[in-house]
């Protein structure tokens, strides 16, 4: 059974429109992450998310935004797309350790969306 | 200066080869230190977790933090071609989300 899955796996769609790319994890974690990983490889963290709090990197524009309608799903939604947003997006999740702040420490990866704006 | 920062390779060896995958870093308060392996068009997966300074050992992977060097490495013993990936180091502080170098790509060759 794949642990972190996400849908679709491939996404090409023109600048402009709206699209969402979703995340569904059967670990019982708590808490759920979006990542984008550019075409240098670098993996940057953009959201993460549990029942009780969302922390947004603050260079991520509005146009984005995590949608969870259950602690299992977190979902991402994309606006007005733009050529730069290229780039593979990957859903992590895991279970917040302690007390406070969340901590991504042993996520869990799913298999990355591979999104192409033209 | 980048925060973390990681030769990106790629990195060839023949099989059964000592591999040996390093990262350094700036900011001197990172306490936790992970290694991540990712192959072509999937997730990365956790594969070294270590806490502070010192060596871990896991198999034929060995983690080492040098903490006054702000430099960690990897060491895969006796390499083999399913080793071939992209391996991300990535570091932080309890509490805080984790900051991943760009990865070393290796190639295992039979």
């Known amino acids: 059974d794949t642990a972190v899955s996400q849908t679709p796996k491939y996404l090409v769609t023109q600048m402009g429109n709206d699209k969402s790319i979703k995340c569904e994890q059967n670990?019982?974690?708590?808490?759920m992450y979006w990542y984008k990983q550019d075409s240098k490889k670098f993996l940057k963290i953009m959201f993460s998310?549990?029942?009780?709090?969302?922390?947004i990197n603050e260079t991520v524009p509005n146009r984005f935004s995590p949608k969870s309608p259950d602690k299992a799903h977190l979902n991402l939604h994309i606006n007005s797309l733009e050529l730069g947003d290229s780039a593979v997006y990957f859903c992590?999740?895991?279970?917040?350790?302690?007390?406070?702040?969340?901590?991504?420490?042993?996520?869990?990866f799913g298999q990355g969306t591979r999104l192409t704006v033209v | 200066q980048k925060e973390v920062e990681q030769d990106p390779g790629p990195l060839s060896v023949p099989e059964g080869a000592i591999v040996s995958l390093n990262c350094t870093y700036s900011n001197s308060a990172f306490q936790y230190f992970m290694w991540y392996r990712q192959y072509s068009r999937k997730g990365p997966e956790l594969l070294m977790y270590t806490y502070s300074s010192g060596n871990k050992e896991d198999g034929r992977f060995t983690a080492q933090v040098d903490k006054s060097s702000k430099y960690i490495s990897l060491f895969i013993r006796d390499s083999q071609p399913s080793d071939s990936a992209t391996y991300l180091c990535?570091?932080?502080?309890?509490?805080?989300?984790?900051?991943f170098g760009p990865g070393t790509r290796l190639s295992v060759l039979p």
């Open positions: 992590a999740s895991s279970q917040l350790k302690g007390a406070g702040r969340l901590l991504n420490t042993e996520a869990f």
């Open positions: 998310y549990n029942n009780k709090e969302l922390i």
């Open positions: 670990l019982g974690h708590d808490t």
């Open positions: 990535a570091m932080g502080n309890y509490g805080q989300n984790f900051v």
